[in-house]
């Protein structure tokens, strides 16, 4: 059979593309799930061996995850009973919810600095594509070289330089910081992205509005922007994905205002026992943004992978 | 609508020329072909009357205000790209509209614009579908509609047919034609297809690297050709050259081919040197009579006519004539030349020599 055939694949070609469908999405998927379980297991079920694949699903890692708790005396506990639903959960260990975790700030603060490094990024690169597509730019080449270079060494190799300046600069442990590092680190990929994308766009499209009378950035705004959409999806999905995993910045940088969730979420094990539930709890939630980011962009971002690949 | 008037305009891309010095004029209501083959400077020269491109020098009139280094945004003009440029993402209605909406038209107006543009162009039906969908055809006629829409003072078009099947080319070129007839509107139109560019133009500058070779009525750049690009160039096949060397005064009406006497139009200008005999396939008959001699070696059916291709003593000549006559490869036969058709050529410049054919046409060519 050639590697060009155009015939249909037979009914055993199918079978065979099904099964490698299903196993390879199997291979990726269980680590996804067992998370997803062990943030509904109990302590005891979480660390059980061999694993439990049934289980008596307890909502105890969620509890865990967003309270702090302390123990008390069995003669407190006589006189206070359980006031709330999440408050009964912990009594199982003669515990009592004494307030609110950390998890919902850092995860607010990864959802602050993920979403506006990846706006600031692609904002910044569609600008820039843009110049480096339609105009002549001096030196052109060497500087979509050097942009590119930034991306060639391991982001972490300038971690120490990077840490010193945030120091000097007061920039440690604060949105703004962890914001501009990441445009910075993404706007090489965006510009270069996005800069394939625009190339794609006849100039005649802007050119036919500048006839029609539109200004120059109108032309920009209302005619290249729409046709930019799809490349300016994925660019920022591609961002986002960055911004929003990045932990070794993330533990060097920050520790308190301005920590995200990805260095916050291993130190929930911390104290009294290790809490796999909540961990795994914590886990689950944090990909629920970008998941929902991507389904929402999907389309485009299907488009995106293809585009420039087929000419019309 | 307006005339447009084009004094020494130059472009200069870095160290390249794109066009040298252009003049011409543009009049009032005709159908302009700017025609020459790929990298003459046509399509620099469409652009820098549109305004997409700014003139390294010169001055560009359109309608007795000098445009020059305006922004297209302010020429009041349309445009037809070869690749159409429609708007993907809007529909057929929104892109005809958008010129006027570009204008603050108010929305009512704008409907009844479209509708009649529509109506002209006969795309009624399909007003409310998505340009992608389009036949060539249709997103030709859309192009065209969201450039009469506005009533501008000009159409400037660019090869707008180039991306046509050969078949439906020429019923666009004849729609293009009748819907010009019937607005008369200036029309300014690039191609590389001397065919159109007879069809449809009322007159036509011929470039060549940047320069104009010759601007004229198609029947004058035919007939008369200035340069021997322009012989070359227009007329399928082109014209034949056959080289020879003579000293001929004012007057002459003779030259010699090989030894053989062949008629000229009378000359107005003495020549002396090596020149060129440029002669129509048309007017050069197969006439067993005549001195000059050649041999078939090749025949191509057309139909009515046929191309004989012959070898002669002074190169590759090609006859066209009436597929009546019977021709053979291998045959020897006599050529006689309709020789008041003929322009001389100086054989070193290329340009031609002034005769009673010609002089009324090279003097303000």
Redesign the interface.
Known sequence: MSGFSVTEPSRGQKWIAGILVVTYALVTLLPLLWIIATGFKSPSDAIAYPPKAVFEPTLEGYVNLFTTRTRQTPDYLAENPPETWYDEIVRKYDMVVVGPSRYGERFLNSIIIGFGSTFLSVFLGTLAAYAFSRYKVPLKDDLLFFILSTRMMPPIAVAIPIFLMFRSLGLSDTHAGMILLYTAVNLSLAVWLLKGFIDEIPREYEEAALIDGYTRFQAFYKVVLPQAATGIASTAIFCLIFAWNEYAFAVLLTSGTAQTAPPFIPTIIGVGGQDWPAVAAGATLFLLPVMVFTILLRKHLLRGITFGAVRK | MAEIVIKNLRKEFGSFTAVQSSSFKIEDGEFFMLLGPSGCGKTTTLRMI???ELPTSGEIYIDGQEVGQK???Q?D???V?Q?F?L???MNVRKNIS??LV??GMPKAQVKEKVAEVARILGIEDILNSSVSGLSGGDRQRVALG?AIV?DPKCFLMDEPLGALDAEFREHMAEELRALHDRMGATTVYVTHDQLEAMQMGDKIVVMNHGVIEQFGAPQDIYDKPATMFVADFIGSPPMNFLRFHESLDVGATTAHLHGEAVEIPALREAFDGDMVYGIRPEHIRLDDAAGYRGEVIATEYLGTTQIVTLSTSNGEVKARISSDQIAKVGDKVGLSFNGTTATLFDNQSGRAIRSALNEGVLSHG
């Open positions: 549109a305004g997409l922004p297209a945004s020429r003009i349309a445009f790209f690749m440029a708007y993907p993402h958008y010129p570009s204008q969201r506005r």
